[in-house]
T-cell receptor, first 116, second 116 residues
Framework: AQSVTQPDIHITVSEGASLELRCNYSYGATPYLFWYVQSPGQGLQLLLKYFSGDTLVQGIKGFEAEFKRSQSSFNLRKPSVHWSDAAEYFCAVGALNTGTASKLTFGTGTRLQVTL | GAVVSQHPSWVICKSGTSVKIECRSLDFQATTMFWYRQFPKQSLMLMATSNEGSKATYEQGVEKDKFLINHASLTLSTLTVTSAHPEDSSFYIC????????????FGNGTRLTVT
């Protein structure tokens, strides 16, 4: 069964500082990996995804993530955090398949707080 | 593009009543939609997969008679919480995927259900 671990429940960074949110996954086949962001009381917005190709993927809002198969990781990074980035971030893994919809398994989330 | 609309955004109901939540794909057709539940400060847990024109597939531990899912068209899925109890209070989020294969899920903004 697939699973996702986000080791950090809560992270606080200063505005302008760099950010890295950790994500480790467990999946028997080639994973399909996502990062979503959720503002309070809102749904989820896709930041970026990886399913093949370049292991460093670029997303929206200046975020990027790197897939490292050897470490089963897909960490999210941003070189300079803005106060508006404060939110809950979820890593998710899904099955890489063809033609059929697949379910996603989410990590428990990391709450990012940004101090001015 | 790929907008998923969820209605209502929040609802308060009395114990024993039923509540219907709608999930619409506004600019694409979705043969499959997913319903998630999120408890405060926790991750999203998949409840069921809604299939257009056929029965929904429920995850283990989810009561199908309590959480009725109807996917009557390619753009609409509904979740009805029957005989609601306070423990059903939660944040319910739907998602859908435009097209087939590995396109990412798009999420609605969620419905906050409070049962008094």
């Amino acid at each position: 069964a697939q699973s996702v671990t986000q080791p950090d429940i809560h992270i606080t960074v200063s505005e302008g500082a760099s950010l890295e949110l950790r994500c480790n996954y467990s999946y028997g086949a080639t994973p399909y990996l996502f990062w979503y962001v959720q503002s309070p009381g809102q749904g989820l917005q896709l930041l970026l995804k990886y399913f093949s190709g370049d292991t460093l993927v670029q997303g929206i809002k200046g975020f990027e993530a790197e897939f490292k198969r050897s470490q089963s990781s897909f960490n999210l990074r941003k070189p300079s955090v803005h106060w508006s980035d404060a939110a809950e971030y979820f890593c998710a893994v899904g099955a890489l398949n063809t033609g059929t919809a697949s379910k996603l398994t989410f990590g428990t989330g990391t709450r990012l707080q940004v101090t001015l | 593009g790929a907008v998923v609309s969820q209605h209502p955004s929040w609802v308060i109901c009395k114990s024993g009543t039923s509540v219907k939540i709608e999930c619409r794909s506004l600019d694409f057709q979705a043969t499959t939609m997913f319903w998630y539940r999120q408890f405060p400060k926790q991750s999203l847990m998949l409840m069921a997969t809604s299939n257009e024109g056929s029965k929904a597939t429920y995850e283990q531990g989810v009561e199908k008679d309590k959480f009725l899912i109807n996917h009557a068209s390619l753009t609409l899925s509904t979740l009805t919480v029957t005989s609601a109890h306070p423990e059903d209070s939660s944040f319910y989020i739907c998602s859908a995927r435009p097209g087939q294969g590995n396109s990412p899920l798009h999420f609605g903004n969620g419905t906050r259900l409070t049962v008094t």
